[in-house]
């Protein structure tokens, strides 16, 4: 008999996904086919402080006292010291300790992954109507995958062959310019020099290339994404110069990682650009890497459209045996 929350709370775990703006949680348990089963909860303003009463709140509203686990995924980096593991979310002036988590659900196991890492623990879980192919299809694989996810920031974690997480700062990257045109790019879009790869994969980096390319200011991604659709030469070419650029970023991060299995694209500006999105030209970019050329060409790239990813990897971890 599969376990429910009132019946076998030590068998439930708590996960919660926190972002800039908002939380998102869910109970999760073991279904009969061994994939965790989410149950959501309602979503909250991300609260400023610690995160223990918000953590409560839904146990309560559950009618739980306490569970077994509970994984916490956070939009920010993880700092892991010998006698703490924290975040900071700066736009929420709120503060998350691992030792938290414990303490406001009475959880034996904890766990604090940023974001992207708790979406690359889900890949192994994924099915493939939960997926789409960017460019041709390619065959799934295992063994080490590349998570990449775009919103007001870039970040990118890595899922290993032994399905360790590596959690990165690739955002802060130099952005490359190849290309006499994107040299041309990179200086009208930093003047005085270097680009981070999160300077211009981002929302407001789109954004501000769009300006840099038509001269229109303070317009927002799907604006973009509308106007290049409907054909404006200005949109098509921020879309191409775009699409590119972030090519050339993936294939730069799967050389970096040795990420020959798979790249699962996430976040708010895939989802604001949908179809506006130039395939052709990020492939083209990602597989422009003489003399690995073929092998990069062989790596198959996926958006993930499954609603809580980081939610479903946070809860396989968290009910691990």
């Known amino acids: 008999m599969e376990p429910s929350p009132a019946s076998a709370p030590h068998s439930v775990a708590l996960v919660a996904d926190v972002g800039g703006t908002h939380l998102q949680a869910a109970l999760a348990w073991i279904n009969g086919d061994g994939r965790p089963h989410l149950q959501p909860l309602r979503a909250i303003p991300t609260p400023n402080g610690r995160l223990q009463a918000s953590l409560s709140e839904h146990l309560r509203t559950a009618g739980l006292a306490s569970v077994g686990a509970c994984a916490v995924a956070a939009a ?165 110069v775009f699409s590119t650029w972030l090519g050339r970023a993936i294939g730069n991060l799967v050389l970096a990682y040795g990420a020959w299995n798979g790249v699962y694209l996430i976040g708010s500006v895939f989802d604001d650009l949908g179809s506006a999105l130039d395939e052709a030209a990020l492939r083209k970019g990602m597989e422009d890497k003489a003399p690995v050329a073929a092998e990069i060409n062989a790596v198959p790239v996926y958006r993930i459209r499954h609603p809580n990813p980081s939610l479903l990897g946070l809860a396989h971890l968290a009910l691990a045996k």
Request: aromatic share 2%; charged share 25%; no cysteine.
């Open 76 to 240: 920010g980096r993880v700092l892991r010291m010998p006698e703490r593991s924290f975040v900071r979310m700066t736009a929420s002036q709120l503060t998350i300790e691992l030792s938290d988590l414990g303490e406001a659900t009475g959880a034996s196991r904890v766990l604090l992954l940023n974001d992207l890492a708790a979406v690359a623990a889900a890949l192994p879980l994924l099915r493939p109507e939960e997926l789409i192919a960017i460019g041709v299809p390619r065959p799934l694989r295992s063994g080490v995958r590349l998570v990449i996810g775009i919103d007001r920031a870039f970040g990118a974690a890595v899922l290993t062959a032994d399905r360790t997480l590596l959690e990165t700062e690739a955002g802060q990257l130099d952005l490359a310019a190849v290309s006499a045109d994107e040299r041309q790019w990179l200086n009208r879009l930093a003047p005085l020099g270097r680009l981070s790869i999160e300077t211009l994969m981002s929302k407001t980096g789109l954004a501000r290339l769009y300006e840099v390319v038509s001269g229109v200011p303070d317009v927002d991604v799907s604006t973009i994404a509308g106007k290049a659709e409907a054909g404006e030469a200005s949109a098509r070419k921020t879309m191409v």
